[in-house]
């Protein structure tokens, strides 16, 4: 079992930055992923950045690639989303899980466990 919390969310001008934080509690396999979605109102869940726990791989979302980066910390059992140049097209609900089998890290419903999320807002 793992549990997840999020923080940093918040509200921004465009064009500024946040990060993200994503604690997990519980024992993290090397071979797990850890990911970020966001979902906006009206909005299916979007893929937005994942990381292969042991070799610290990254993934990330064509519109996000750039702007956005993951990473992680072991020793804190914490994964972070640094978000800079944030547009209002950013504005969700951030979350993130945890994949357990490593595979298909795009899709939301391979992940085990999931986080409540913080809402980020972009303004213009």
């Known amino acids: 079992q793992v549990q997840l919390v999020e923080s940093g969310g918040g509200l921004v001008q465009a064009g500024g930055s946040l990060r993200l934080s994503c604690a997990a509690s519980g024992r993290i396999f090397a071979n797990y992923i850890m990911g970020w979605f966001r979902q906006a109102p009206g909005k299916e869940r979007e893929f937005v950045a994942a990381i292969r726990w042991s070799v610290g791989t990254t993934y990330s979302a064509d519109s996000v690639r750039g702007r956005f980066a993951i990473s992680r910390d072991n020793a804190k059992n914490t994964v972070y989303l640094q978000m800079n140049s944030l547009e209002p097209e950013d504005t969700a609900v951030y979350s993130c899980?945890?994949?357990?089998?490593?595979?298909?890290?795009?899709?939301?419903?391979?992940?085990?466990?999931w986080g409540q999320g913080t809402q980020v807002t972009v303004s213009s």
């Open positions: 899980a945890v994949n357990r089998r490593g595979l298909a890290f795009q899709r939301w419903n391979e992940y085990d466990y």
